[in-house]
């Protein structure tokens, strides 16, 4: 859906090719923020769906009032050098996902920004300006629960009659795909209905990770109980996430996370370590469990805790789902955005 550059107030670019986290987040905010206000992303392999203005249009622009949001380096940079080099008149928000120190050209960067966003209150933290805090939201209209699980699972291919344990996204030590399939291998052999679903892609430098996994399943004999699968080739998981009963964040790592969000939207119980926003997500004890990162132990108490108890599954299921849909909708997100570009948007 192209736009002239002339006509749009907001550009979010998305200066990545390849699908990720933030590509993500920018897909599904920009057409719900175009409802209301005139903006467009820009950047190579943009769906045709998302309003969009050619890169190259960018330096020709007139030079009234635009907000630019960037949320990668290179995004901050270009809006910078818009601004300052060919004297557009921009507004710069960036929004930081990082938890660590920032090396000091970012440091720089950030300071040149009107407005800075932090996905979650640890990330603020490891800020030196301001910055206020606006969690990421979903789509709770797509990620809900599905009244017959049984036939959804058969479309899948997955087992109509078991347990289902998720562990879903890229396939990497980070992502404490180790910890989940160590923990699996504790609880699978004495519960026998329990069926463990690793979904996720794996890139080259984490074949061998992933192939170790892979190897420690069969040489336990649990292949059949153990399951492996690629990513979503459509790149929407939220079927998957309806056929759970029970989802697992192990991370060692996570900028922000948005799995145990989208299990709780979909009705499915969290187990998950204190990384990325998970504190801030799950509600401990109503909605899920939360443990300390590579606390191996108190992950498979929790769990186990979760697949021998039917009705706290179920009334944790509820309360998943009424959590994400009272405070964790995209549209919450979107809004909080949008009112930042129309308050730049009208400074003198």
């Known amino acids: 859906m192209p736009h002239p550059a002339d006509a749009i107030d907001v550009i979010a670019p998305n200066f990545k090719a390849r699908m990720s986290g933030v590509t993500s987040t920018v897909f599904r905010l920009v057409p719900i923020q175009a409802e209301t206000m005139r903006i467009a992303t820009s950047g190579p392999n943009i769906p045709p769906e998302i309003p969009q203005i050619p890169a190259a249009s960018l330096p020709t622009m007139s030079r009234r009032r635009r907000v630019w949001h960037a949320r990668r380096n290179n995004e901050m940079l270009a809006g910078i050098a818009l601004k300052r080099l060919l004297r557009k008149d921009l507004k710069l928000v960036f929004t930081s996902a990082a938890q660590r120190d920032h090396k000091k050209l970012t440091k720089w960067m950030i300071r040149q920004m009107d407005h800075v966003v932090a996905t979650s209150a640890r990330s603020a933290s490891f800020l030196e300006v301001d910055a206020q805090v606006i969690h990421h939201g979903i789509d709770v209209a797509r990620f809900a629960p599905v009244a017959d699980k049984g036939a959804l699972r058969a479309e899948l291919g997955l087992p109509q009659d078991k ?29 026998p209905d329990s069926v463990a679903v690793m979904m996720g892609g794996v890139t080259d430098g984490f074949r061998d990770f992933h192939a170790g ?38 991370q060692r790592w996570e900028g922000f996370g948005l799995t145990p969000l989208e299990a709780m939207a979909c009705g499915v119980p969290v187990v998950a370590t204190r990384a990325g926003a998970f504190e801030e997500l799950v509600q401990d004890g109503k909605t899920g469990t939360l443990v300390d990162i590579e606390d191996l132990e108190g992950l498979t108490a929790a769990t186990a805790r979760l697949l021998d108890d039917a009705d706290l599954r179920a009334a944790w299921s509820l309360n998943a789902r009424a959590h994400a849909e009272t405070r964790c909708r995209i549209e919450q997100e979107a809004e909080a955005l949008c009112s930042i570009y129309r308050t730049l948007l009208d400074q003198t």
């Open 213 to 250: 996994l892979v190897d420690k399943v069969k040489a336990a004999g649990l292949e059949d109980r153990f399951l492996f699968l690629p990513e979503d080739p459509h790149w929407d998981v939220s079927r998957w996430f309806k056929a759970l009963d029970l989802y697992i964040a192990p």
């Open 163 to 191: 347990l289902l344990i998720g562990c879903f996204g890229r396939i990497r030590p980070q992502k404490g795909n180790d910890l989940f399939t160590d923990m699996m291998l504790k609880l699978l052999p004495e519960r």
